[in-house]
């Protein structure tokens, strides 16, 4: 009998990118990929497409009856390269005092040789290399992703020296107080403060802001951000390595190192049972010896003993419910990456939220229009006359405020004499008047009729765009993100399968983030947060047991995703980094999926349950039948295949529909649990 057990396999990787445009009328400079670490770039991909090569070659021989030293050399060169370095790492764990699985599998598939099952040897021994070989592509493509976060920020910066001269420095070179020029388009090389300049950054990649922050002097700004239009001076405050955006990579790489250590239950119990069966295996056969019992007798008690006691039905008790579920999940838009993960999805008790691209779609809309009084038009008029004049704008809210417009059925005239200012907004005459529309800041004095508004407007959270003809308010706009339809029935949902409220964890402004939790539901909001604010949030949820599961999107919820429980990233607009963290990837970005694959979770883990003890008494009724009585062997075999076909066919009913409805329905169903 040929014996595995499953290995933990690492996370698999899926690759996206998420962008948010910069108040220009340029193009915005496309990001360069990071590089990707090919298939066969791998040793370890080279061996067991080699091993997998040799075993399909040594069976199409075999079954065409060809001559039998044939297939079993073409066999046994599968053993050595497909075996040769799970079976190096197994007597190297053994010298260290510990029995590994590697060594276990290395020597079931030689035990298989001898016995004459040559074919069955070489099929375990490619399975267990392939599983290696995807576990170290995971590795790399991983290490990879945080290569790529940490190239957001340029190479080179350009430094300003005391007489204002220009040099072109490597940002590494960049010391604290050094002042850079960051022009139109660039990205900034460190993080410091703006010394002069005007400019909208977009720091989405930082704080999860879903709009270019307008920069003046005295702001603060990031290494990797992206600078629209104008030009900033900035004084460097931090050096390369001490960068936000390297905490970033730091902190997703000691999130990520400690999760490893998460394992299987029945892997948690391998090491104990492996020892013990091979203990008992070698007792039974032993002592009867000594103690004058006949060579063949002794033996096949043992061997049966070994056959009876073998955990196959306890390996298949686990894996096939949750692959299965993997499987299910998978046809319905979730990528669960490993059988760790959908198992450790079911124990979520908290689920916390990111914001931007995830309650929301990180797309602005126009939501209010207010008419100032006195000016005779209406709203259709206003709408007209801003879009008209922000249309030539790509800037985020020049687009929203178009739409808008379009979807009403508004004609837009044409605008001459455009003109954009960064950090102000744009003018243009439209139907020869002349029009201004951007920011209160720029346009208006606080003894404006407009002020009032305004104050109104961002007390909601929403961003105010004021509207001025030859230089006078005419009315203001209210711009807010979108909130996903299916938001607040998924908070709902998992408040119910948890049975605690979700968090808000978010790097936007306090009254923007409570505006959008109120809307879906959620009463805990923590705003304002840094990338390292998200993971000192998430730990401090979990000091009193909690398992948090974090959703997010963005490279600064990369370092939660990774420190929490479980990791959930949206994978239609979702950061390389977030996706390559996170244990779970939303592919069709549909928020309800979430509560349906926590539910589907818990039911995996039931019918484990189930399994186990199915097969804790097969095992130990035949046990028993052997050690007290004599066990005919064809009986044991029989008895030991039966209840894995039993385990394995209950774990396989997670594969149909059926099973993501009444998932789905759990998920839906006020008072599931």
């Known amino acids: 009998m040929v014996e595995a057990s499953a290995r933990r396999p690492r996370r698999f990787l899926v690759v996206s990118s998420t962008a948010t445009p910069a108040r220009s009328t340029a193009a915005r400079p496309a990001a360069v990929p990071a590089r990707r670490t090919r298939l066969f770039e791998l040793p370890e991909m080279r061996w067991a497409a080699t091993a997998l090569v040799l075993f399909l070659a040594g069976l199409a021989v075999q079954v065409l009856s060809g001559p039998e030293w044939s297939w079993w050399t073409l066999y046994l060169a599968c053993y050595v390269t497909g075996g040769w370095?799970?079976?190096?790492?197994?007597?190297?764990?053994?010298?260290?005092?510990?029995?590994?699985?590697?060594?276990?599998?290395?020597?079931?598939?030689?035990?298989?040789?001898?016995?004459?099952?040559?074919?069955?040897?070489?099929?375990?021994?490619?399975?267990?290399?392939?599983?290696?070989?995807?576990?170290?592509?995971?590795?790399?493509?991983?290490?990879?992703?945080?290569?790529?976060?940490?190239?957001?920020?340029?190479?080179?910066?350009?430094?300003?020296?005391?007489?204002?001269?220009?040099?072109?420095?490597?940002?590494?070179?960049?010391?604290?107080?050094?002042?850079?020029?960051?022009?139109?388009?660039?990205?900034?090389?460190?993080?410091?403060?703006?010394?002069?300049?005007?400019?909208?950054?977009?720091?989405?990649?930082?704080?999860?802001e879903p709009l270019p922050v307008d920069k003046t002097a005295g702001d603060e700004v990031f290494a990797g951000t992206l600078n629209?239009?104008?030009?900033?001076?900035?004084?460097?405050?931090?050096?390369?390595?001490?960068?936000?955006?390297?905490?970033?990579?730091?902190?997703?790489?000691?999130?990520?190192?400690?999760?490893?250590?998460?394992?299987?239950?029945?892997?948690?119990?391998?090491?104990?049972?492996?020892?013990?069966?091979?203990?008992?295996?070698?007792?039974?056969?032993?002592?009867?010896?000594?103690?004058?019992?006949?060579?063949?007798?002794?033996?096949?008690?043992?061997?049966?003993?070994?056959?009876?006691?073998?955990?196959?039905?306890?390996?298949?008790?686990?894996?096939?419910?949750?692959?299965?579920?993997?499987?299910?999940?998978?046809?319905?838009?979730?990528?669960?990456?490993?059988?760790?993960?959908?198992?450790?999805?079911?124990?979520?008790?908290?689920?916390?939220?990111?914001?931007?691209?995830?309650?929301?779609?990180?797309?602005?809309?126009?939501?209010?229009?207010?008419?100032?009084?006195?000016?005779?038009?209406?709203?259709?008029?206003?709408?007209?006359?801003?879009?008209?004049?922000?249309?030539?704008?790509?800037?985020?809210?020049?687009?929203?405020?178009?739409?808008?417009?379009?979807?009403?059925?508004?004609?837009?005239?044409?605008?001459?004499?455009?003109?954009?200012?960064?950090?102000?907004?744009?003018s243009a005459r439209v139907d020869d008047r002349f029009l201004q529309v951007g920011s209160p800041a720029a346009f208006l004095s606080t003894s404006d009729d407009a002020a009032g508004v305004v104050d109104v407007l961002q007390e909601q959270g929403h961003t105010a765009v004021v509207v001025l003809c030859e230089h006078r308010p005419i009315g203001v706009l209210g711009i807010t993100d979108q909130i996903r339809p299916e938001a607040a029935p998924a908070v709902a949902a998992v408040t119910r399968l948890?049975?605690?409220?979700?968090?808000?964890?978010?790097?936007?402004?306090?009254?923007?983030?409570?505006?959008?939790?109120?809307?879906?539901?959620?009463?805990?909001?923590?705003?304002?947060?840094?990338?390292?604010?998200?993971?000192?949030?998430?730990?401090?949820?979990?000091?009193?047991?909690?398992?948090?599961?974090?959703?997010?999107?963005?490279?600064?919820?990369?370092?939660?995703?990774?420190?929490?429980?479980?990791?959930?990233?949206?994978?239609?607009?979702?950061s390389d980094l977030s996706l390559q963290t996170a244990d779970v990837v939303v592919v069709r970005d549909e928020l309800t999926t979430i509560p349906a694959v926590i539910a589907l979770s818990r039911r995996a883990r039931r019918v484990v349950t189930a399994n186990l003890i199915i097969a804790a008494v097969f095992i130990t009724g035949l046990v028993l039948w052997d050690l007290i009585g004599t066990l005919p062997l064809p009986l044991g075999v029989a008895g030991h295949e039966g209840s894995t076909v039993i385990v394995g066919l209950n774990g396989l009913r997670l594969l149909r529909r059926a099973a993501w409805r009444r998932a789905t329905r759990v998920g839906a169903t006020p008072g599931s649990r």
């Open 85 to 208: 370095e799970p079976g190096l790492a197994g007597l190297r764990a053994l010298r260290e005092k510990t029995l590994d699985v590697d060594l276990l599998m290395v020597v079931a598939a030689i035990g298989a040789a001898a016995l004459g099952q040559v074919m069955d040897g070489g099929l375990l021994i490619v399975i267990f290399a392939t599983s290696g070989a995807l576990e170290a592509l995971a590795t790399a493509r991983t290490e990879d992703s945080v290569r790529g976060l940490l190239d957001l920020a340029p190479d080179t910066a350009t430094r300003l020296s005391p007489e204002g001269d220009e040099q072109t420095v490597k940002a590494a070179d960049l010391q604290v107080g050094d002042v850079v020029l960051v022009r139109p388009g660039e990205r900034i090389a460190a993080d410091g403060a703006v010394l002069s300049g005007a400019g909208e950054v977009d720091q989405a990649t930082i704080t999860g």
């Open 498 to 574: 948890t049975g605690t409220a979700p968090v808000l964890l978010t790097g936007d402004n306090a009254a923007t983030a409570t505006r959008i939790a109120g809307r879906v539901g959620i009463i805990d909001v923590r705003a304002g947060l840094l990338p390292d604010d998200k993971v000192i949030a998430v730990r401090d949820l979990e000091t009193d047991g909690a398992r948090v599961t974090m959703i997010g999107d963005g490279i600064n919820d990369a370092p939660a995703l990774a420190a929490a429980h479980t990791g959930i990233a949206m994978g239609g607009a979702g």
């Open 228 to 426: 629209g239009t104008g030009s900033l001076r900035v004084r460097v405050d931090r050096r390369a390595e001490d960068s936000v955006v390297a905490r970033i990579a730091a902190l997703v790489e000691e999130a990520s190192q400690t999760k490893a250590k998460t394992q299987l239950f029945i892997e948690k119990v391998e090491q104990r049972y492996s020892i013990g069966m091979v203990t008992a295996t070698i007792a039974l056969f032993v002592i009867p010896l000594l103690l004058g019992e006949a060579l063949q007798d002794s033996l096949l008690r043992a061997m049966t003993f070994m056959i009876v006691a073998s955990p196959c039905a306890v390996v298949l008790a686990t894996m096939p419910p949750l692959l299965a579920a993997i499987a299910n999940a998978g046809r319905h838009g979730v990528l669960v990456k490993s059988a760790v993960v959908m198992e450790q999805l079911g124990a979520t008790t908290r689920v916390a939220f990111d914001k931007t691209g995830t309650l929301t779609r990180g797309t602005p809309e126009l939501a209010e229009i207010h008419v100032l009084p006195g000016t005779g038009i209406t709203e259709d008029e206003l709408l007209r006359l801003a879009a008209a004049a922000e249309h030539p704008s790509e800037h985020p809210l020049a687009a929203a405020i178009v739409r808008a417009a379009r979807a009403r059925g508004l004609d837009l005239p044409i605008a001459d004499e455009f003109s954009a200012r960064p950090g102000r907004g744009v």
